[in-house]
Nanobody, 114 residues
Framework: QVALVESGGVQSGGSLRLACKAS??????????MGWYRQAPGEERELVAE???????RFGDGYRGRFTVSADNYNKEILLRANSLKPEDTAVYYC????????WGQGIQITVSP
């Protein structure tokens, strides 16, 4: 059993800060494959970034360099950050665990106006 709870949103200045805290059967952020997906209206859910073994991260196409991820393994919490959000970044952002994903957070709606 795994529970993922997201929090955060768009900060003043147009930057993104999202946090996801895991509880339950998560022993390690990296081996559990925690990360982030997003889904724009009418489109498929796609990878933003995820953590991988032994201790690394990978990004979906177009996200590297714009988005950053960090991990706090003690608190089982991961962060997603991005600067200079664009209207194309409007989507529901989901925390996930498992590769391929097995568990999902509820999702957070991020809306960026033109």
């Amino acid at each position: 059993q795994v529970a993922l709870v997201e929090s955060g949103g768009v900060q003043s200045g147009g930057s993104l800060r999202l946090a996801c805290k895991a509880s339950g059967d998560i022993f390690d952020i990296y081996s559990a494959g925690m990360g982030w997906y997003r889904q724009a209206p009418g489109e498929e859910r796609e990878l933003v970034a995820e953590f991988t073994t032994p201790r690394a991260s990978r990004f979906g196409d177009g996200y590297r360099g714009r988005f950053t991820v960090s991990a706090d393994n003690y608190n089982k919490e991961i962060l997603l950050r991005a600067n200079s959000l664009k209207p194309e970044d409007t989507a529901v952002y989901y925390c996930k665990a498992g590769t391929p994903p097995q568990y999902w957070g509820q999702g957070i709606q991020i809306t960026v106006s033109p």
